[in-house]
């Protein structure tokens, strides 16, 4: 018994962390470039260049929240 309990805590921990990956994730760069109030263009040249964290999928990119906003932090200081 204790271990189906341990593990239904195990899949509520990791359906948890998923929501909290998937909450992080801004899908393309339009939206990166919303979210950054950047033109798309430089979005897809910080990408290209390397300065913007993206994960690709296929043809999709996908950006993380938290990469954009720590990437035009440490320029902004």
């Known amino acids: 018994m204790a ?3 341990s ?3 195990a899949v509520l921990r990791q359906k948890e962390t998923v929501q909290m990956l998937n909450a992080d994730l801004i899908n393309g760069a339009r ?3 919303e979210f950054c ?10 990408t ?4 913007l964290p993206v ?3 296929g043809r999709r990119l996908f950006y993380r ?4 906003e ?3 932090r440490s320029e902004m200081q």
């Open 7 to 9: 593990s239904a805590k």
């Open 3 to 5: 271990t189906n309990v």
């Open 48 to 51: 290209e260049t390397g300065s």
């Open 55 to 57: 994960i690709r999928k």
């Open 31 to 33: 939206a990166a470039a």
């Open 70 to 72: 720590a990437a035009f």
């Open 65 to 68: 929240r938290s990469e954009l």
């Open 37 to 46: 109030g950047l033109p798309i263009r430089t979005i897809y040249h910080l």
